[in-house]
């Protein structure tokens, strides 16, 4: 009977004191945080093994598409700036390609929309769990970057956004391999009509092999660095810097 | 298992080998690890407490199950049918005496506080200790025959009538006794069998389908799941299969004697439980020789 009474000691304190107040202050070290976090970078080696560059998310078809896509995240850009260009239609928007190319631009809505189009249906997936699907019309963003013609040591694109969550800026980023996929492109239609500001009018960002906190809304800038280091926080996007979630979004 | 020497049966009372150091080993791996997989994936279940069949579903589109709650009172709805769960599910107060609409309480999910991102991490790290000690597992036990010899059932226990009397008897609450104990029974074969390469593949393949960069690279993942979010509801269901999995396994362990069974898990040996007083069923007599 001793054994038994320390038999269920045992378990009691393994499940509820390991399990349960430990995790809990294990959760918040950051040690613990930054072992747990090394995974992300075996799982980005693995898929991308056997994802290569070129393979292409499902499309779907018009039959497909959700009833009400829902948008997530901010759903405007509170400034008076970006009140005054919806307000006219971005008729004054001009998307700036920076940082390392070797011509900046300034490209007006008409401009991207005179450039090649590509036009997919596919399945936006939340990293809370649910998926929705939609029509997205846009300019590959390997056209662009072939126009403003990347610098040696560009590792990185980075998409600055007109929205912010208590005053800190969204941003996202991308590695070359996402930059150049053949569905990655800035949208500025969806299910046919032109981008609606909810979804991040006029521009957002189309990632189609990760989740949807990286498809950037509200892009005002399209910059290429060498490392994400230097930029904001330096993880790579608003939600990596302020909120511990993985830069590598592809599950 | 399956250690002892053929032609001589080990004792009553005496130490028999019965576990083998890499059934041991992954045995205590996963009692971790899957404790964790269950409560974080809660946590991240917790971020939208939907579930869909098909492609696409988010809030306006119809849930086949979903928790929520309505002012003070939380409750679960499955299709039509909705059950009030305030304190357990969708409303519930904390240890502190906090309020919470989350789905799952506190006490079930890693961490106990909400946090959809460090309950991703914890999930991502511990399904790569899952899958590769799971597959290590498997290729293992080919190769040392414990899948062949110790789990693969023999025809002669998949009859009507042998089956029928293992159930009788483990409602009964009698199990094997004597040598026979070192032996998984049917019932033992069969569900070791569903979890090793029905449900941990499942869950792991519905896991898979997913992440939007493996749907890239395994399409067909798609299509054998009909889509992400049916994947998710799998993924869901198989989860709760192995908590009922692990409660019926737990009370096994608890009803056949926990310290031999432990011990056993542990060191791998094993004591030879005494015979009943009563006349054992001349068929499982002859299973035991």
Known sequence: MALEINRRKLIAGLGGGLLVSGCDSWSRSESVQRILHSSESLTKVAQRGILGDTALAREFTLADLSPIHRANGNTTADTPEYRAMLANGFANYRLQIGGLVERPLGISLDQLRSMPSRTQITRHDCVEGWSAIGQWTGTPLSHVLDLARLRDGANYIVFHCADSFSDTPYYESMDLSDAYHPQTILAYGMNGGPLPERHGAPIRVRNERQLGYKHAKFVMRVEAVASLDTVYGGKGGYWEDDHNYAWYAGI | ?289
């Open chain 2, 1 to 289: 298992m399956a250690a002892i020497k053929d032609g001589e049966d080990p004792q009553v009372g005496e130490m028999a080998k019965r576990h083998r150091l890499s059934t041991r080993l992954w045995h205590w791996t996963n009692a971790l690890t899957i404790f964790i997989m269950l409560m974080s994936g809660l946590t991240i279940f917790n971020a939208h407490p939907r579930l869909y069949w098909g492609s696409y579903g988010a809030n306006q589109d119809p849930a086949w199950l979903q928790i929520d709650n309505e002012g003070e009172r939380g409750y679960l709805q499955i299709g039509d049918w909705q059950i009030t769960t305030t304190g357990v599910l969708g409303s519930w107060t904390n240890s502190e005496g906090e309020r919470s609409t989350r789905a799952f309480p506190s006490w079930a999910t890693l961490p106990g506080y909400y946090s959809l991102s460090i309950g991703r991490l914890w999930h991502l790290f511990f399904a790569w200790v899952l899958v590769l000690a799971g597959l290590f597992y498997w290729i293992w036990s080919f190769a040392n025959r414990h899948v062949q010899r110790d789990l693969s059932p023999e025809t002669k226990e998949l009859k009507p009538r042998h089956l029928w009397h293992d159930i009788k008897e483990h409602a009964k609450l009698r199990f094997p006794t004597g040598a026979a104990a070192l032996n998984y029974n049917i019932l033992q074969k069969l569900s070791y069998l569903f979890v090793l390469f029905l449900l941990l593949p499942t869950i792991v393949l519905t896991g898979l389908t997913m992440s939007p960069s493996m749907d890239v690279a395994w399409p067909w993942l798609l299509d054998l799941f009909g889509g992400r979010q049916s994947a998710r509801s799998i993924h869901f269901i198989c989860a709760f299969l192995m908590v009922g999995f692990i409660i019926v396994h737990l009370a096994m362990v608890v009803l056949a004697g926990p310290y031999n069974e432990i011990r056993s898990m542990i060191t791998g040996r094993f004591r030879i439980p005494e015979k009943r007083e009563e006349q054992q069923p001349a068929t499982v007599k002859e299973e035991t020789a």
